[in-house]
């Protein structure tokens, strides 16, 4: 495990995944990010690539050819090299080295990097495609956060703020049979208290929004991320017996599930990213822990 700190937070990263385990704060001394606990789901803040969401019947097409993949890729579940490393700092690297060409028919370097100011975390993904041809791929975040944060606390004194971009129409999409579907433009956005049945339809996800805050009604402690110019969000909690777990997961991505009218080409799939030969992809988001 990596150990990122500062005055502020203390960050553990495991080098599987380049994936956040743990954030504490050492002013207020709350951990914020989920467990893991795999009774309920888990993962903390798995790194979605090359797809992001499920495909149909988990396969795509591509150039005549066929290839499987389950939901989200497989780049949350290799191991990472530490690149550099700071005491606030830190970069972990991942080369593809021939290693996925059945499954993803590109070679491609992933950098993962993570570095604290204050009381905010900021993580930056950077792709470089290595291939010698247009490479069409998929990024997204998927951090979760521990509901409730106090003992005194309970899922139904958190709510959800959502501030969409300037300028642009807010699409709401649906999950349908385990792909999406458009919903329509959504006009007024306001605030999304949290309650047992919220996520009983799978995620919560929108196009064109800024950040998203997750936050304690009673203690005024959350979580504010911000991803400007990230073309989706997800927000989503397991749900089972009737109830939700306990934690929210706000998802950043570039890319989203196949939709269920797709074609199964990756090329025309929605949300899908094409990097040039030599190309390096940069994306940037941020979590504030309050």
């Known amino acids: 495990m990596i150990v990122i700190e500062n005055e502020w937070l203390k960050v553990e990263i495991s080098h599987h995944g380049a994936e956040v385990r743990k954030v504490t704060h050492k002013k207020n001394g709350l951990d914020y990010m989920w467990t893991g606990d795999p009774a309920y789901w888990g993962r903390v803040s798995p790194v979605l690539f090359p797809i992001v969401g499920r495909l149909q019947e988990d396969r795509y097409h591509l150039d005549s050819?066929?290839?499987?993949?389950?939901?989200?890729?497989?780049?949350?579940?290799?191991?990472?090299?530490?690149?550099?490393?700071?005491?606030?700092?830190?970069?972990f690297r991942f080369e593809s080295e021939g290693r996925y060409l059945h499954v993803y028919p590109y070679e491609f370097k992933a950098k993962i990097s993570y570095s604290l100011n204050e009381d905010l975390l900021a993580v930056r993904w950077d792709i470089e495609n290595e291939t010698n041809e247009d490479m069409y791929f998929s990024i997204g975040a998927h951090p979760a956060f521990r509901v409730p944060l106090l003992k005194n606390e309970t899922m139904k004194d958190y709510s959800l703020d959502i501030i969409p971009a300037a300028n642009k129409d807010v699409v709401e999409f649906e999950i349908w049979n385990s792909l999406v579907r458009e919903k329509g433009i959504v006009n007024d956005l306001s605030t999304i208290s949290l309650t047992d049945s919220l996520f009983v339809n799978d995620a919560l996800i929108y196009s064109n929004i800024d950040q998203v805050t997750l936050t304690s009604n009673k203690s005024n402690h959350g979580v504010e991320v911000r991803f400007e110019g990230f073309p989706f969000v997800g927000i989503w909690s397991k749900y089972t017996d009737g109830k939700i777990a306990p934690f929210v997961c706000i998802e950043p991505w570039y890319g989203i599930a196949d939709t269920y009218n797709t074609t199964g080409n990756l090329k025309e799939k929605l949300g899908i990213n094409k990097l040039q030969p030599s190309e390096t992809f940069q994306a940037e988001y941020t979590m504030k822990f309050i």
């Open 65 to 91: 050819n066929t290839y499987e993949m389950s939901q989200h890729g497989f780049l949350r579940d290799v191991d990472f090299k530490v690149e550099e490393k700071t005491n606030t700092d830190v970069s």
